[in-house]
């Protein structure tokens, strides 16, 4: 397992940073390594200004990243509902990382969901 550095990296875009510095503190869980938060086991790569783009060293933690990342959310004021606040998705080389966009629907049973736009 690769230390932590706690510096963000200067090629970052600021959105990149404000996005990084929100996430990489979030608690993951490792099965036999306690303990854990995304900026231990991911380094945040600019390759798209729109999206953080993640190089992991250990494969397994990239469930844990999208649990932490579900954790991630806030509640809409008017309709309580819990809006996610960070999408993910996995490519063949990268977690690629970028803030939720989407809208409220209201259910057949009055609650509102969130639903994100694709990516």
Do not use: H
Request: glycine residues 6%; proline residues 6%; charged residues 30%.
């Amino acid at each position: 397992m690769k230390v932590r550095n706690e510096e963000t990296p200067s090629n970052l875009t600021e959105n990149q940073k404000i996005w990084w510095n929100e996430i990489k503190d979030l608690g993951i869980e490792l099965y036999g390594l306690p303990d854990k938060k995304i900026g231990d086991i991911a380094k945040p790569i600019n390759l798209r200004p729109t999206q953080l783009n993640l190089r992991v060293s250990a494969p397994a933690g990239i469930v844990a990243i999208e649990e932490a990342l579900q954790k991630c959310c806030s509640i809409d004021g008017d309709t309580r509902a819990k809006i996610t606040k960070y999408m993910m998705k996995v490519d063949a080389v990268f977690v690629l990382v970028k803030p939720s966009e989407g809208a409220l629907q209201k259910t057949a049973s009055g609650k509102y969901i969130f639903v994100p736009d694709e990516w």
